[in-house]
């Protein structure tokens, strides 16, 4: 019975110790075409890019052109891929795509 109470308050503590955490979490809500300036800063956990330094990384990666096909037309954000991949490089991380069916063709080789 005491090992059954003990691990109840085990339990209790350690959700208080999860909702204390969940008070810590840097998160930014969603604003125009952001997403991937957001999500960029949501998963780093601070505020270090700005739409500034992913526009910056769009005129790094295609300098010559006037309509930039990293980004909307508009210049509201809309960020591809390529965008993100090389934000995430400026901080030492990289992205590594998933590609279904191909995993899809190495589990039927593995598990045959």
């Not at 959700?15 to 960029?40: D, F, G, I, R, T």
């Not at 993100?84 to 990289?94: F, P, S, T, V, W």
């Amino acid at each position: 019975m005491n090992s059954i109470i003990n691990g109840i308050k085990a339990l209790n503590s350690s959700e208080k110790h999860k909702k204390s955490n969940l008070k810590n979490v840097y998160h930014e809500k969603q604003k125009k075409e952001l997403c991937a300036l957001h999500s960029l800063n949501n998963l780093f956990q601070d505020d270090f890019y700005t739409k500034a330094k992913l526009d910056q990384i769009c005129i790094e990666l295609c300098p010559q052109e006037w309509l930039n096909p990293h980004r909307g037309i508009l210049g509201r954000g809309n960020y591809n891929i390529n965008i993100i991949m090389k934000a995430l490089q400026l901080r030492d991380h990289e992205a590594i795509w998933f590609d279904k069916r191909r995993f899809y063709y190495i589990s039927i080789y593995f598990f045959m």
